[in-house]
């Protein structure tokens, strides 16, 4: 009977515990913003991707890269906004291999008459939800070719344009004060003009808003093999 009472009230300490740490952790989030001083941030340590923009192959090269996201508000409710910096972890289903994708990511951005060509970034905007036991993370981005060409005589055609939205479901380890990617839901959407022959109808425009592996496939879902934990600072 002790033994019995004894294990229920270590489940129910361990139960407090882990409610009381996820608590600190909405808190955290909330009391930084609020005081102005630095925001927190979750990271991930790994390597660059050494196919940069194939979103098809994790394999990492052997330069340090870290995926890092830093709170820049709290909007209230359990929404925050982020800076992404580094880029996100890329992996495919049945695969060990991680990644961190920055050139897709994080993507390219550009108006011509302040910036000429279209420009990598260094860091992009993401959107989160935290429910003190999982955080959702929103990130959009833009990928670009640069193949763009007007050559005399030959049909004109714009870049390949790519739009891009990373879905991230984190679940909160109060143990660790860590968070792990349990899943990714990935899509990519395409775009391009080209000059065409017909007189009628002088150009031809692609726009699929998804086209990940073929024209008008659905949004990926992913699930790691190996464990991808962000660390909370």
Do not use: W
């Not at 909330?30 to 394999?59: E, H, K, M, R, W």
């Not at 792990?180 to 692609?206: C, D, H, M």
């Not at 990940?212 to 659905?218: L, Q």
């Amino acid at each position: 009977m002790e033994y019995v009472v004894g294990r229920t009230y270590l489940t129910h300490t361990r139960d407090l515990t882990m409610k009381i740490m996820q608590g600190l952790v909405i808190i955290l989030f909330s009391v930084l913003l609020q005081s102005n001083v630095l925001a927190t941030s979750i990271v991930y340590d790994g390597f660059t991707c050494l196919n940069a923009v194939d979103s098809n192959d994790p394999t990492p090269s052997i330069t340090p890269a870290q995926s890092k996201f830093e709170v820049i508000e709290n909007v209230g409710e359990g929404i925050y906004r982020l800076s992404l910096t580094g880029g996100i972890p890329r992996f495919v289903n049945n695969n060990q291999n991680v990644c961190i994708d920055s050139a897709t990511a994080i993507g390219y951005a550009g108006i011509p008459a302040v910036d000429g060509l279209p420009r990598p970034l260094i860091s992009i905007d993401a959107t989160a939800y935290f429910n003190g036991q999982e955080l959702m993370i929103v990130i959009s981005s833009m990928y670009t070719d640069l193949s763009a060409r007007g050559t005399p005589f030959l049909p004109f055609t714009t870049s390949a344009v790519f739009a891009l939205t990373n879905t991230l479901i984190m679940g909160f380890n109060p143990d660790l004060s860590s968070f792990s990617l349990k899943k990714v839901f990935r899509n990519r959407g395409f775009t391009q003009t080209s000059e065409s022959r017909n007189l009628i109808a002088p150009f031809q425009e692609t726009v699929l808003p998804s086209f990940n592996e073929t024209a008008r496939d659905t949004p990926r879902i992913l699930t790691p093999v190996s464990n991808i934990d962000f660390l909370l600072q």
